[in-house]
C-alpha cells in the first residue's frame, strides 16, 4: 500500500483470503521472531454520492436519473456547463445552499452521516430511550386495563341493579392494587438488600487484599533493613582493614 499525497511504500499489505474456517488463524502468524499484526479492513462511512444526479446513496454508474450539475444545480451534467455559467456562483441541488454537491459540510449529507453512523453514546442513549418508552406504554396499557376493568364492572351492575356487588369489586379490586404495590415494593427492597450484600462483599474482599498488601509492605522493610545491616557491618570491616594496613605501612 502507499500513502495517497506522497505515493509513498508504506509497511502495510493488503491479504484478501478466501472464506475457509481457519481463518483466524493469521492473527497468530509470527516470522522470524518477528510481531506481524493484522487487522480486519475497516468499512468505508463515507456516503456514496452521484456525480450525475448529486444525490446519496449510489454512484453515478448506477445513476438513471436526471443530470444535474454539481456546481449550479442545472438540469445538465456538469462537463457541460458553459463557460460564463463556470464564473457564477455555486448552488448546492441538494440543500440550495451556495456551495457545490460535492461539498462535505453540507447539510444533507451531515444529516445522512448522523442518520447511518451515529455515535456509540448516542446510540445507546436511543436504544435506553426506546426501550423505556415501550415499558412506560406497556405500564400505561396494563394501568388503562386494571382501570377499565373496575367500570365496566361498574356499569354491568348499575344495569343489574346490585350495588352491593358493585362495592364489593370496588373492595376487591383496590385490595388487588395494594397486593400488587406491595408485592413490587418488596422486589425492589429484595433487589436493593441483594445489591447492598454483594456491595458488601465487595468491600470485605478489597480490606483483605489491602491487608495482604499491608503485610508484604511490611516484610519487604524489614528485609531492606536487615540489608542496610548488612551493608553497614561490611562498611565498618572494610574501614576497619583498611585502617589495621595503614597502622602496619606507617
Known sequence: MIKYDTKQQLPLFFVELEPNSNNK???KTRFL???ISFEPSRKKRDIPQSMRCQAYGH???YCNRNPACVKCAGKHLTYNRSLEGKLGNAKCFNCQSNHPASYKG???RKQLQQKLYP???Q???NNYTINTTQNVNSDLNNNNYLINSPQ???SDLNNNNSNKQCNTSNENYTDALLSETKSLLSSQNNNTYNEISEIKQLLIQSAKSLELIRNMLIEQNKLFQQQIEQINAMIQ???NVIANNNNKNG
Do not use: G, W
Open 152 to 154: 365496566n364492572l361498574n
Open 59 to 61: 454512484t453515478r454508474n
Open 119 to 121: 455515535p456509540l453514546k
Open 106 to 108: 453540507c447539510i444533507v
Open 33 to 35: 521472531n518477528t510481531d
Open 123 to 125: 446510540r445507546n442513549v
Open 237 to 239: 570491616l572494610l574501614t
Open 25 to 27: 488463524e493469521i492473527y
